[in-house]
T-cell receptor
């Protein structure tokens, strides 16, 4: 069964304190791994897509990496405005519709 | 440009009532998805449209749930005889292509069944 697990469930950081969020996945043929940011009361906002092991993508203070079993979202010198829930999702090769399988999310709080 | 819009943003229904939730995807997007998000959880897939064709409805939890996209643009998710366990945020997402491509989400409709 295709599955995505994120850890930790919640993370509290001081402003400027770098850290990483983990996304472990088991999927029958990975077609793509996606990171989204979700603010309270809003829909998920697209951040990155990764397709193959070894791939990395960066955007401002965020950097996403991918291995054959997991992905990391590294946050460098976070600011309070980075506080949100970060969702990881996969598209499985067994699906021809592109549906996303999400993890439960990591809620990040950055304190000034 | 305009993103995905959903209406209403909030809906309160009494148990047993029927509800209809609307999604306006980004203009020209071929693919449209509906997801259900329970409090504190990640979204879960409900159904998928490619233009007007519903190609996957494997995630619909019961036959009380019905979705349509008759002209290949606006979509409606209908829930008949609502139950308390239907309370959740219903998210719509659209994508310009089929297959592997990022999906753009609307703000969601929060449904509360009392």
């Amino acid at each position: 069964e295709d599955q995505v697990t994120q850890s930790p469930e919640a993370l509290r950081l001081q402003e400027g304190e770098s850290s990483s969020l983990n996304c472990s996945y088991t999927v029958s043929g990975l077609r793509g791994l996606f990171w989204y940011r979700q603010d309270p009361g809003k829909g998920p906002e697209f951040l990155f897509t990764l397709y193959s092991a070894g791939e990395e993508k960066e955007k401002e203070r965020l950097k996403a990496t991918l291995t054959k079993k997991e992905s990391f979202l590294h946050i460098t010198a976070p600011k309070p405005e980075d506080s949100a829930t970060y969702l990881c999702a996969v598209q499985a090769g067994s699906s021809n519709t592109g549906k996303l399988i999400f993890g439960q999310g990591t809620t990040l709080q950055v304190k000034p | 440009g305009a993103g995905v819009s959903q209406s209403p943003r909030y809906k309160v229904a009494k148990r047993g009532q029927d509800v209809a939730l609307r999604c306006d995807p980004i203009s020209g997007h071929v693919s449209l998805f509906w997801y259900q998000q329970a409090l504190g959880q990640g979204p879960e897939f409900l159904t998928y449209f490619q233009n007007e064709a519903q190609l996957d409805k494997s995630g619909l939890p019961s036959d009380r749930f019905f979705a349509e996209r008759p002209e290949g643009s606006v979509s409606t998710l209908k829930i008949q005889r609502t139950q308390q366990e239907d309370s959740a945020v219903y998210l719509c997402a659209s994508s310009p292509l089929t297959s592997t491509y990022e999906q753009y989400f609307g703000p969601g409709t929060r449904l509360t069944v009392t």
